[in-house]
Structure formats: C-alpha cells, structure tokens
C-alpha cells in the first residue's frame, strides 16, 4: 500500500504534526510533500493535514481535496480555538463537503494549534458565540 501525507501549513503547527506522522511511518513507502506540490503524487491512503481558515479547511486543501478521486482519505487538521469537540466537528464537517463521492474517509483528527495570544482570543470569542447558539438550538425554551 501506497501511502501519502499531504499538507497544508502557513505557520507550522500542521507541518509539526504531518512531520510527526511521518517519521512513524517511515518504514512504509510514504511521501511526504506540501499541498501545493502534490498534484503528481500517487497513492492509496492520503493523510490530508490542513490549517482551519474561517470556519473550514484553507484554500490550498480545498481545491487538492477536490481533485482526489477514489481514494482512501485521512483528514487531520489544526485551528486556533480548541476547546470545543462541537467546533472540531463543525471544521471537519465543513472540509469533508469538498471530498468526491468515491473517497473512503477512513477516519479524521483535529488539534489546537500555536497561536499569538491576541488571535487565539478572538477565535475563542467565535467559538464560544457558536457553542450558545448550538446550545440554544437545541435546548430551546428549556434554558
Ligand atoms: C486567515 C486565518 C484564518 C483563520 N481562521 C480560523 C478559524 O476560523 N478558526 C480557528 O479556530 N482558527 C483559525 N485560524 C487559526 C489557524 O487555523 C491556526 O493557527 C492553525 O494552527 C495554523 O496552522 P499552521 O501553523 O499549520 O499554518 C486562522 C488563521 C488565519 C491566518
């Protein structure tokens, strides 16, 4: 089996990890490149590492996740807010709309990266925002 862990990383909190990945499959025949260079890159499993923008995968993901076609598809993925499994799945939720209909996903993960203090604090702010709006949605009137 062919395997391939494909990234995306502005600041290299999802380069940490796809490194990290990689040297424990280093036994394997596994490439590991950048999203940008990995129109060429042929295999059965692709680990797609993407960095969280606006609520989703960047944009560099996006359109590699697009492309791919009846593959095996593990997403992983950092954001700046990471407090809340609901926020995680919301992300993956929202990535996994760019993925073919023939792509098995076989399994997905999600972490907090490194961030400025100012930065993190604004995305806490969103994410607390979502985290009422959620709990308000479901529990209504009863609160
Ligand atoms: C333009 C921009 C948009 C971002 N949008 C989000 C977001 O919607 N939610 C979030 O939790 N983090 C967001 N982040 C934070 C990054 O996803 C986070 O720092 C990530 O770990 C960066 O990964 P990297 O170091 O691999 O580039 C954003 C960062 C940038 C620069």
Redesign the pocket.
């Known amino acids: 089996m062919k395997y391939a862990i494909v990234?995306?990383?502005?600041?290299?909190?999802?380069?940490?990890?796809a490194e990290s990945l990689s040297s424990h499959l280093k036994e394997r025949d596994c490439i590991l490149c950048e999203t940008r260079q990995a129109n060429k890159v042929d295999a059965d499993l692709y680990f797609v590492?993407?960095?969280?923008?606006?609520?989703?995968c960047?944009k560099d993901t996006k359109h590699f996740l697009e492309m791919l076609k009846s593959k095996d598809v593990f997403l992983f993925?950092?954001?700046?807010?990471?407090e809340s499994p609901a926020?995680y799945k919301k992300?993956l939720k929202r990535t996994q709309k760019y993925l073919n209909a023939s792509i098995k996903l076989v399994g997905s993960f999600m972490c907090?990266?490194?961030?400025p203090i100012q930065?993190r604090k604004k995305?806490k702010k969103?994410?607390q925002f979502y985290f009422l709006s959620n709990v308000r949605k479901t529990y209504g009137q009863k609160l």
């Open positions: 990234y995306s990383s502005k600041t290299g909190n999802t380069k940490f990890l590492g993407f960095w969280t923008c606006r609520g989703e960047d993925g950092t954001s700046g807010f990471g926020y992300i907090q990266g490194k961030m930065i995305y969103k994410a």
